[in-house]
């Protein structure tokens, strides 16, 4: 059965950090492409994130230079190290995933995810 457990959430003021963790279960990692998603209030769920063996690294422009997508040595779990946070960074937080090869056109694209973890809530207050 596949999984994706994300964690690492919370209230954060400006300028701070939190990393986000997802645990994947029930994939085979060979060609395993995640991806992290957020959702503002009153907004659509945006692509922030992605790594796979097969691409570079994607980052949305919102998040370049303060954000770290990354993996353990297992890819069991991928990690989104987030530093700077803005009070816009503010959004559940999604991670998602597929299990066939992404190619960098679909790395921010919800219908190129299969699977999907709950959401995590991050706050950052000014």
């Known amino acids: 059965e596949v999984q994706l457990q994300a964690s690492g959430g919370g209230l954060v003021q400006t300028g701070g950090s939190l990393r986000l963790s997802c645990a994947l279960s029930g994939f085979a990692f060979e060609d395993l492409a995640a991806g992290w998603f957020r959702q503002a209030p009153g907004k659509g769920r945006e692509g922030i994130a992605c790594?796979?063996?097969?691409?570079?690294?994607y980052y949305a422009d919102s998040v370049k230079g303060r954000f770290t997508v990354s993996t353990d040595n297992t890819k069991s779990t991928v990690y989104l190290q987030m530093n700077s946070l803005k009070p816009e960074d503010t959004a559940i937080y999604y991670c998602a995933s597929r299990m066939r090869r992404i190619i960098n056109s679909q790395v921010s694209s919800i219908s190129s995810y299969d699977y999907w973890g709950q959401g995590t809530q991050v706050t950052v207050s000014s």
């Open positions: 790594i796979s063996s097969h691409t570079p690294p």
